[in-house]
């Protein structure tokens, strides 16, 4: 089946540690997204990606960090510098960023820290 | 509807009743949009779309109404089942290649 894999599924940080959430698509689309859901709200951006090895900031990249080595993959680090991590990230893909087609969400990880 | 703040708006509908879910967007040059679907501890899921050169387009037991003039989108939901009870948010796709700008979302709850 084609999709979108998160992993973990709940993910615990202490004080001052770096974790990485990783994202894997299997629909070879070009665009990936990573968007911070806080309890009762929507989907803010952190950062997208519309093709391998070039990554533009959303609006609340600051404590966070990603990568696009491979078009399958677009893990997220979450760093020390990110003082309020505790929340539900999602990611997402789409054939191209602003193309008219819809992006395509996996079903996330809940980060919180110890 | 739409709304800023911590907590979701919410709609309360009997089941078997048809839903209406509002949604206000932002910019007049967005030329297409979608409606997803969140349940708990999942992420959204695409529900149906339309772009700006139609003003209703109608799927199975939903129906998006868009009116340009004045920035909204509408989401119908005939014959609402307690399945249907989730987050929905509206997304417009702004233009110049960049991301879907989402909405703050409704949360619909139905009542068996």
């Known amino acids: 089946d084609g999709g979108i894999t998160q992993s973990p599924k709940y993910l615990f940080r202490k004080e001052g540690q770096n974790v990485t959430l990783s994202c894997e698509q299997n629909?070879?689309?070009?665009?990936m997204y990573w968007y911070r859901q806080d309890p009762g709200q929507g989907l803010r951006l952190i950062y997208y990606?519309?093709?391998?090895?070039?990554?533009q900031k959303g609006d609340i990249a600051e404590g966070y960090s990603v990568s696009r080595e491979k078009k399958e993959s677009f893990p997220l680090t979450v760093t020390s510098a990110q003082k309020n991590p505790t929340a539900f990230y999602l990611c997402a893909s789409s054939i191209l960023a602003g193309s008219n087609q819809p992006q395509h969400f996996g079903d996330g990880t809940r980060l919180s820290i110890l | 509807g739409e709304s800023v703040g911590l907590h979701l708006p919410t709609l309360s509908v009997q089941e078997g009743d048809n839903s209406i879910i509002n949604c206000a967007y932002s910019?007049?040059?967005?030329?297409?949009f979608i409606w997803y679907k969140q349940e708990s501890g999942k992420g959204p899921q695409f529900i149906i779309d339309?772009?700006?050169?139609?003003d209703k387009r109608q799927g199975q037991r939903v129906t998006v109404l868009l009116n340009k003039t004045v920035k909204h989108l509408s989401l119908q939901i005939a014959a609402t089942q307690p399945g249907d009870s989730a987050v929905y948010f509206c997304?417009?796709?702004?233009?110049?290649?960049?991301?879907?700008?989402f909405g703050k979302g409704t949360r619909l709850s139905v009542i068996a």
């Open positions: 339309i772009r700006s050169n139609m």
């Open positions: 997304a417009e796709n702004p233009p110049r290649n960049t991301p879907l700008v």
């Open positions: 910019n007049s040059a967005s030329d297409y």
């Open positions: 629909l070879n689309h070009d665009a």
């Open positions: 990606s519309q093709i391998v090895n070039d990554f």
